[in-house]
Nanobody, 123 residues
């Protein structure tokens, strides 16, 4: 059974940093590109970042690439999202997902998703 578990979210102040983790559990195959998305209340889920299986290439939403960094540790079966200089508009539930197509911007390019972790940034 494919399963991903996110962690690391919480309540922080504007300007703070957070590191989110996404761990593959059990016998989940991890040799796929992985992505992070987020969904704010009342809004559609939006692309944040994606990393190749090897970790040697990554993609970001244009508005976030200056502040967010995606990495992975294949030995640990974990993908990370480092978020710096957080803003109130970064408040959302953050999800990781396994990529199965080259359409990295759309949710349809991913099959299995984690349950999400809440990030709340106060002003």
């Amino acid at each position: 059974q494919v399963q991903f578990v996110e962690s690391g979210g919480g309540l922080v102040q504007a300007g703070d940093s957070l590191r989110l983790s996404c761990a593959a559990s059990g016998r989940t195959q991890f040799n796929y590109p992985m992505g992070w998305f987020r969904q704010a209340p009342g809004k559609e889920r939006e692309f944040v970042a994606r990393i190749s299986w090897s970790g040697d290439s990554s993609y970001y939403a244009d508005s976030l690439k200056a502040r967010f960094t995606i990495t992975r540790d294949n030995a640990k079966g974990t993908v990370y999202l480092y978020m710096n200089s957080l803003k109130p508009e970064d408040t959302a539930v953050y999800y990781c997902a396994r990529a199965v197509s080259d359409d990295y911007l759309s949710t349809s390019g991913y099959d299995f998703w984690g349950q999400g972790t809440q990030v709340t940034v106060s002003s």
